[in-house]
């Protein structure tokens, strides 16, 4: 039986982590004949009850003050690295699908890159849902990189160094130093992640900046109106380098 580690980085997210760990919860029962598996939540800087509602979860929590991404998600490997043969990381605002670590486990890779997608686009003008999907569909095989949907052999991140102390793209820079390391990295479209699409986020620059640049110059939704995405294209890759990323 193999150890999987999951870091959840958390800055002020008591809004919506029950549901993050709810469907970790679900992703782990789905693995656990052959791997046992750790859910850590780095509160990052937390002003409101985030630890509480971890602990509630019965998973461990790992308070620190960087008030960073980078540094929150490097501190949680390195808390878990002695004890586990695989990390995989997400974020507090998304949800993972059942079969998120099953993928991860039968790529046979050295790290394995997921998607996300968004299902409730309230708030964000009606133009955005549209725009999104044209150019985070485009592309065969997929080129995003999501600390929201990531996982990589324990050994092999320590290899390359781990994530960056970045403000934001710490996700990105390690699977550039992955590729270009010549390690196997499997991208996959088959698990998607549904992740938030609040355009206030906690990384300067992350998600939530990608959507403001979508609803610029666009008519606002009306009150009330709930617009939801299909899924993307469910679709298995593997193979190429790390092009642009968003």
């Given at each position: ?8 980085p958390a800055h002020d997210e008591e ?232």
């Amino acid at each position: 039986m193999i150890a999987v580690g999951v870091v959840v980085p958390a800055h002020d997210e008591e809004d919506l982590l029950a549901d993050c760990l709810a469907g970790l919860r679900h992703a782990a029962a789905a693995v656990a004949d052959r791997a046992r598996v750790r859910v850590l939540v780095v509160a990052d800087a937390c002003t409101d009850r985030t630890a509480e509602v971890a602990r509630a979860h019965g998973v461990e929590v790992l308070p620190v003050a960087a008030r960073n991404v980078g540094r929150a998600r490097a501190a949680g490997a390195s808390a878990l690295l002695g004890s586990i043969d695989w990390l995989a990381t997400t974020d507090a605002d998304s949800v993972v699908p059942p079969g998120w670590l099953v993928a991860q486990l039968d790529a046979g890779a050295d790290a394995w890159v997921g998607t996300v997608e968004v299902l409730d686009w309230r708030g964000l003008p009606g133009a955005v849902p549209a725009r999104y999907r044209a150019s985070y569909e485009a592309g065969d095989p997929h080129r995003h990189v999501h600390g929201a949907s990531l996982g990589v052999a324990a050994g092999v991140y320590r290899a390359v160094g781990g994530f960056p102390a970045l403000a934001t793209g710490e996700d990105v820079a390690l699977v550039e130093r992955l590729d270009r390391g010549g390690h196997h990295v499997v991208r996959d479209r088959t698990q998607p992640v549904v992740t938030s699409a609040r355009t206030e986020g906690r990384a300067p620059g992350g998600f939530a900046g990608h959507l403001r640049g979508l609803a610029r110059h666009v008519r606002p939704t009306p009150p009330g109106t709930t617009v939801l995405s299909p899924r993307p294209a469910l679709r298995r890759e593997d193979d190429g380098p790390a092009a642009r990323i968003s």
